[in-house]
């Protein structure tokens, strides 16, 4: 029989890091994903791996650099003024193509906000929340088996691709309890990291770095990046389909608010509307042509987010020409996470 | 015929950018010799910063991450935590170290990283043209101090290599200059203490060099070496502030 265990969210990233191979988490504590660095404080040790509790999270992205470019496996994690503070090295790390997991356990903002389930950090991840316009894979799980899943996932995709990656939940993923079924880790067939810097010994120097002031190497480099992302869109998109064949109306939601979305559709089934799914789980590289697929059968489009209308944006700009797109979502914080019963009205109102 | 002089073979042969009198390259040599020395260029990972230093790969034949401005220190722990087996070393200019890099230098002293600190104390930001550092002595005029640096406004020049040396962390702290022979004699005995810290695996070891800047300076190249011997030196003493291992 397979095993399974009863885990929140935030353990299973730290399960399905350990069990990626990643031996190297720098962070710094913030809630709700500090049970991220309490378990990995707890376990690394004995795998001979290390843990740094840093003085910032600047320091922590900057520690995952430095790993990084010698080739381990290496993660950070945190919630969002956190990420905020990562910002300027995981730019430095896509400018410097360099392999590295960042979990987002978002929570709502601006400012310190609240410690609410949140989706308005959607932006800030898919859109390059740094300066210099490039992009990182951006998953988001939306159960404790794909917080799971994901994590491996988004530590293959780095490697596969030398860039960055971030799992992006809230605290409903993180902190909920569910039944995992701890996967081993996937074969994947990932390159060399010949680039990786180890001490020359007596070969040729390497350098990891992201300033190019040659006439002409800067602007090579990001088409470099360019064609990646480009490549990341054609072969890494993934989402989740569910009813949507018969479908009169498609509801759009990611992680923690297509869970509530999925009851929702449930209910609305029952009073014989035909509603279905489409869950994005790649939000970098966006499913663009699952979008555009779908509604060239289903003409209408309800995205529901718990932020003010942030994804919408890149489904408007995925569906067909004569789709409808509306929007339903509301600001993350203290009592305003959705229920179904009231997603369900939105689905009778734009059936 | 003997040879008694060579470039060391941590250094590429090829010209550096600095300007004439800038006492970089010189430091880039000692810290090359220092590689040359224990036989460690193959297994160093260089750390560079953002400064005029930013170019430490084009010099020195050694595998190099580059960090963002003043994260050079962070970069380097978590360098040296996954290859503990490398000699790993940070090459930082005062801006970098001493400002926006102030908390990340003084935690990884503070955990007493396995590392070795190199800070190129110049008085100013070289490499944007010359603005106030926190290391600016008081009454100097940059561009963005005209009226000369104000205590009162802008605070005292910070002395890195003291207050690091009372972090427990912290195995090697001295502060050389290389204005004159004698000195660069003296540095090249501190450089070897420093590197045979991380060598032996005795801790965190920090090296601070005083620095000619003539450019931002407004000042010949002989004009500002001097002033390294004499108004700099008065405020930044060389010597030795910890050294437990007694090297
Ligand atoms: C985040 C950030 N802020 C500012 C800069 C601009 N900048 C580049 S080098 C530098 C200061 C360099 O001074 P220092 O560290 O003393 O090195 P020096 O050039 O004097 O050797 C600054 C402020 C930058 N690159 N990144
Ligand atoms: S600007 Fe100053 S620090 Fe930079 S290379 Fe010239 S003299 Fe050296
Ligand atoms: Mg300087």
Redesign the interface.
């Known amino acids: 029989m397979t095993k399974r265990l009863f885990v929140k969210g935030n353990e299973a990233v730290a399960m399905a890091a350990i069990e990626a191979g990643c031996r ?1 988490y ?1 962070g710094y504590p913030i809630t709700p994903q500090s049970d991220i660095p309490e378990y990995l404080s707890r376990e690394l040790p004995r795998l001979n791996g ?1 843990f ?1 509790q ?3 999270e ?3 992205i ?9 080739g ?1 496996r ?1 993660m950070t994690s945190s919630s969002s003024p956190g990420i905020s503070l990562k910002q ?2 995981i730019s ?1 790390m896509a400018g ?1 193509e360099l392999p590295g997991v960042i979990v987002n356990i978002s929570r709502s903002g601006p400012g310190l906000g609240g410690i609410d389930a949140s989706q308005s950090d959607y932006f800030q991840a898919v859109k390059g929340g740094g300066h210099g316009g490039y992009h990182i894979v951006v998953l988001a799980p939306s159960s404790v088996q794909e917080m799971y899943d994901l994590t491996m996932l988004a530590f293959d995709l780095a490697d596969i691709y030398r860039m960055p990656a971030m799992v992006l939940a809230d605290s409903v993923v993180g902190q909920m309890k569910e039944p995992l079924v701890p996967n081993k880790r996937p074969a994947a067939d990932l390159p060399d990291k010949d680039w990786a ?6 070969g040729e ?7 190019f002031l040659g006439d002409g190497e800067l602007e090579a480099h990001n088409w470099k990046l360019y064609r990646k992302y480009q490549e990341l869109k054609a072969r890494e998109c993934r989402w989740e389909a569910c009813q949507t064949d018969d479908a009169d109306l498609l509801v759009a939601a990611f992680g923690s608010t297509a869970r509530i979305a999925k009851t929702a559709i449930m209910m609305a089934r029952e009073e014989g509307l035909k509603v279905g799914l489409l869950r994005p789980i790649t939000l970098f590289p966006f499913p663009e042509r699952a979008f555009l697929e779908a509604t060239e059968r289903t003409k209408k489009v309800l995205v529901v987010e718990l932020n003010t209308g942030q994804m919408v944006e890149d489904v408007r700009l995925s569906v067909a020409r004569d789709a409808e797109v509306a929007f339903y979502g509301r600001p993350p914080g203290a009592g305003s996470l959705p229920t179904p019963e009231e997603l369900l009205e939105q689905i009778r109102q734009h059936y | 015929m003997q040879q008694v002089f060579k470039r060391p073979i941590s250094l590429k042969d090829v010209q550096t950018h600095f300007c004439p009198g800038c006492h970089h390259g010189t430091i880039h040599r000692l810290v090359a010799e220092a590689l040359d020395e224990f036989g460690v ?5 260089g ?2 910063s953002v400064g005029c230093s ?1 170019f430490l ?1 084009g010099y020195f ?8 401005h003043g ?1 050079a220190s ?10 503990p087996d ?2 790993v070393f940070t090459y930082q200019g005062d801006g970098d170290l001493a400002a926006i890099g102030t ?2 230098i ?2 990884a002293a503070n ?1 007493g990283e396995d590392i070795t600190v190199i800070f190129v104390n110049n008085t100013t930001y070289g490499m944007t043209g010359g603005q106030m550092a926190p290391t600016t002595l008081v009454g100097q005029k940059t561009s963005t101090s005209p009226y000369g640096r104000n205590q009162h406004k802008d605070g005292a020049p910070i002395r890195m290599a003291e207050l690091l040396a009372q972090l427990e962390g912290v195995a090697f702290s001295a502060r050389v200059a290389v204005n004159n022979p004698k000195n660069i004699i003296d540095a090249k005995r501190q450089f070897k203490k420093a590197f045979r810290y991380q060598v032996e695996g005795k801790g965190f070891s920090f090296i601070e060099a005083l620095s000619a800047c003539p450019t931002n300076w407004g000042m010949n190249a002989i004009a500002a070496n001097e002033r390294v011997g004499s108004e700099m030196a008065d405020y930044f003493k060389l010597g030795v502030f910890k050294n437990t291992d007694n090297m």
């Open positions: 190297y720098f290390e740094i840093a003085e910032s600047i320091a922590s900057n520690m995952l650099l430095g790993a990084s470019a010698t381990v290496a300027e090295g430095y410097s810097v180890r001490g020359k010994g007596d120097q390497r350098v990891v770095k992201s300033l | 260029q193959g297994r160093t990972i750390v560079a930013v790969y034949d050694i595998d190099v991450v580059e960090a963002p994260r962070a970069v380097a722990t978590g360098v040296k935590r996954a290859r490398n000699f908390a990340e003084i935690h955990r």
